[in-house]
């Protein structure tokens, strides 16, 4: 079974940048044919998909987030990072991870992910 899980700090200063690591386990993040997410939910808010790194090392932004977004990864850690640039407090969510095949068409609104880290909570102070 695949797991995925989140890790990195829970607060983090306005302007500065958000880090994250999503450490996989029970699959590879090279394996054909899958996609590995971040995904946040703002308060009170629905899931705003940000981005992804798939199979092959690309990578594809939300476009109202790819200004400030970097997805990387290490695959000798099996781990994908996201940062995000110049936060603010209406940054603050729960941020997961995820993974979604490619035969998925809903990714972009955060459907059709088959495998769910539990979240992170991060706030933004002003």
């Known amino acids: 079974q695949v797991q995925l899980q989140e890790s990195g700090p829970g607060l983090v200063k306005s302007s500065q940048t958000l880090s994250l690591t999503c450490t996989v386990s029970?699959?590879?993040?090279?394996?054909?044919?899958?996609?590995w997410n971040w995904i946040r939910q703002p308060p009170g808010k629905g899931l705003e998909w940000i981005g992804y790194?798939?199979?092959?090392?690309?990578?594809e932004y939300s476009p109202s987030l790819e200004s400030r977004t970097s997805i990387s990864r290490d695959t000798s850690k099996n781990q994908f990072t996201l940062q995000l640039s110049s936060v603010t407090p209406e940054d603050t969510a729960v941020y997961y991870c995820?993974?979604?095949?490619?035969?998925?068409?809903?990714?972009?609104?955060?459907?059709?992910?088959?495998?769910w880290g539990k979240g992170t909570l991060v706030t933004v102070s002003s």
């Open positions: 995820a993974r979604v095949g490619a035969s998925s068409t809903y990714y972009r609104l955060g459907g059709g992910m088959d495998y």
């Open positions: 029970g699959g590879s993040i090279t394996t054909n044919y899958y996609y």
């Open positions: 790194i798939r199979d092959s090392g690309s990578t």
